[in-house]
């Protein structure tokens, strides 16, 4: 299979090269030429798998024989990431809600964020792409964070020999518990870095070095190669198409589907790489009837799904749900060029609009394509409390502030539409990474030391911290340099 980029549609890569790679030299994001398909046959076999197995198939369809990996390279790489990290054995088990909602919790492991279920395997797939593309060469992972990222690849990374990482976030515009993930971790080879602004100044800031030749021919002589591990490299991005399929089996085997039935999946998201791997999956067969884009407060997207125009010019708000204060989608780069009939140049001309003007607009049939495909729709910090409260009240189900987002827009839409199909929400971190919003949430006096609210969460949960939560606050900070926006590449 070979990968093509979206703002240069005469560009051929290998799956190894767009990994390992990442970003496309003149801008652009990689993405498969072709999608391809899973059969009902194929999905009835995926639902009498475990989740290892229905990662090595999915990933096999874009990584395997068809794409130069050999198969025990990528069953290596899915037992690697999914063996023994995860606290949940079934990885990223299904909750049930109610009569036609769900939950998808993707938040066991590591580091209690969903970004764990691609940042566990990515460093086992960009290692072997590496060896086969660039042997003997040194890989510098530069990551930019809106919280929890960050530590899901410092986690993936730390001490993965060949490799070294360095991580943005900006400053304040974390939680205390994601700060301290980050400014705690271990390993010889990673650096963390916090940066005045936000995290659009943050990713372009990562964005800015990529693209800068001189910085990148110089770290060339000397033996070194850059590389991400954001959504925007196709390798942290594919690893997330599994869990939609892995829902589905899910659903099947629990009975609450048939084989063939819609679903809907409701989908916190800032950056669209998680959404779009649903999209993603729908295009492969999976039996999806709609996409349910929820934003928060930066209703950047929300509001995108529902006039055709893309604008970042407009306030920008730090919310209880950090990982998705976002005004710069990087992802939905990839949708329009794959709506668009892949015309790369038509995608660049809205990138460089965007990159000037903060704004662009596609065209009628194209917004039309899209509101065929997703609804998109916004909360603010009131209604994502009482969606948290909500939750807790009548399903007796604690509710980090990114999932009560997702929760909110799907009781939004459900009143707008009368769409009545059983509707996944994707859960996408721990309560306990956000303890101190969701006891604001429920009621509760809130510790003022963020770490004591943990424990406070557990007792009117009445469930366990997770582990990698634990003691958090003891661990000694590595890290505490802060920089502008402007010298973030001096910290390389």
């Known amino acids: 299979m070979l990968y093509t980029s979206t703002r240069n549609n005469q560009i051929n890569a290998t799956s190894a090269e767009a990994i390992v790679q990442g970003l496309s030299l003149e801008g652009g994001l990689f993405v498969p030429r072709s999608i391809p398909a899973v059969s009902a046959e194929e999905l009835a076999m995926l639902a009498g798998m475990d989740y290892i197995a229905r990662a090595d198939y999915i990933l096999s369809k874009f990584l395997g024989a068809q794409g130069g990996w050999a198969p025990v390279e990528v069953r290596d790489c899915a037992a690697a990431a999914y063996g023994g990290t995860f606290r949940h054995a ?46 003997g060469r040194e890989l510098c992972i530069l990551v930019a964070t809106s919280g929890d990222t960050g530590k899901a690849a410092l986690e993936g990374f730390a001490d993965v020999p060949g490799t070294r990482i360095v991580v943005y976030y900006p400053d304040d515009g974390v939680s205390p518990v994601q700060k301290r993930q980050m400014t705690t971790q271990a390993g010889k080879n990673v650096r963390v870095v916090a940066v005045r602004g ?60 048939t084989s063939g039935e819609a679903v809907n999946f409701v989908v916190p998201t800032g950056n669209f790489g998680n959404i779009l791997a649903g999209w993603y999956a729908k295009q492969m067969g999976l039996p999806v009837h709609k996409l349910v884009c929820a934003s928060n407060q930066n209703r950047v997207l929300a509001d995108f799904f529902g006039s055709g125009t893309y604008d970042r010019n407009r306030p920008f708000f730090c919310t209880s749900s950090p ?170």
Request: charged share 20%; glycine share 6%; hydrophobic share 40%.
């Open 90 to 135: 079934d990885v990223a088990p299904v909750v049930t809600l109610d009569d036609n909602t769900d939950v998808l919790e993707l938040y066991h492991g590591p580091t209690c964020a969903f970004k764990d279920m691609a940042l566990q395997i990515m460093p086992h797939l960009l290692t072997r792409a590496a060896q086969r593309e660039k042997p």
């Open 323 to 492: 990982s998705m204060d976002i005004l710069i989608s990087s992802n939905l780069e990839r949708l329009l060029f794959l709506l668009s009939g892949q015309d790369s140049a038509v995608t660049a001309d809205w990138m460089q609009q965007l990159s000037q003007s903060g704004s662009y607009a596609v065209p009628a049939d194209l917004h039309a394509a899209l509101q065929a495909e997703f609804y998109g729709s916004a909360c603010d910090e009131a209604q994502c409390a009482a969606a948290m409260a909500k939750a807790w009240q009548q399903q007796a189900y604690l509710s980090d502030p990114h999932t009560a987002v997702a929760l909110h827009v799907l009781e939004e839409y459900r009143a707008k539409t009368g769409d009545q199909t059983r509707s996944v929400v994707v859960s996408t971190a721990s309560p306990f990474k956000f303890a101190g919003s969701v006891l604001e949430a429920l009621g509760e006096t809130v510790p003022e030391n963020e770490f004591d609210a943990l424990d406070l969460l557990a007792q009117v949960g009445g469930v366990e911290i997770p582990a990698p939560l634990c003691g958090l606050q003891e661990k000694p900070e590595r890290f505490t340099e802060v920089c502008n926006k402007e010298d973030m590449a001096q910290y390389i």
């Open 198 to 257: 936000n995290f659009d100044d943050t990713q372009n800031g990562v964005k800015a070095i990529f693209g800068d030749g001189d910085f990148v021919a110089k770290a060339a002589a000397e033996g070194t190669d850059f590389t991400s591990a954001n959504s925007i490299n196709w390798g942290r991005l594919v690893p997330q198409i599994v869990y939609y399929f892995s829902a589905y089996c899910d659903l099947m085997n629990s009975r609450k589907l």
